[in-house]
Nanobody
Framework: LQLVESGGGLVQPGGSLRLSCAAS????????IAWFRQAPGKEREGIAY????????DYADSVKGRFTISRDNAKNTVYLQMNSLKPEDTAVYYC????????????????WGQGTQVTVSS
């Protein structure tokens, strides 16, 4: 399973971006997909995940109410809609996949993308 993130960029505070995580491989539909981010000098943190069927979704407190994760299994793609962005959201955003995870623990995810940079600045 290979993952490719896109959609990052520079946005002003209060703005929005939508990230995409495109997967190759027929097993995508059986995987939980999560988004993580890593800011300069900080540890990577999990911010959202969605299970294979989409029946279970959870968010980190830092993004709850502002970010929305969704998936389109027909397109092998997971999205992260980010609204009301803040400078502290600046980070490299990664998507990750695992067939069993229902959490945001880095060590539980076997497949990772290369990341996309999100910068929130005026």
């Amino acid at each position: 399973l290979q993952l490719v993130e896109s959609g990052g960029g520079l946005v002003q505070p209060g703005g929005s971006l939508r990230l995409s995580c495109a997967a190759s491989g027929v097993t995508f539909v059986y995987h939980t997909i999560a988004w993580f981010r890593q800011a300069p000098g900080k540890e990577r943190e999990g911010i959202a995940y969605i299970t294979a069927s989409g029946s279970t979704i959870d968010y980190a407190d830092s993004v709850k109410g502002r970010f929305t994760i969704s998936r389109d299994n027909a397109k092998n793609t997971v999205y992260l809609q980010m609204n009301s962005l803040k400078p502290e959201d600046t980070a490299v955003y990664y998507c990750a996949a695992d067939p069993r995870s229902v959490d945001l623990l880095i060590g539980d995810y076997d497949y990772w993308g290369q990341g996309t940079q999100v910068t929130v600045s005026s």
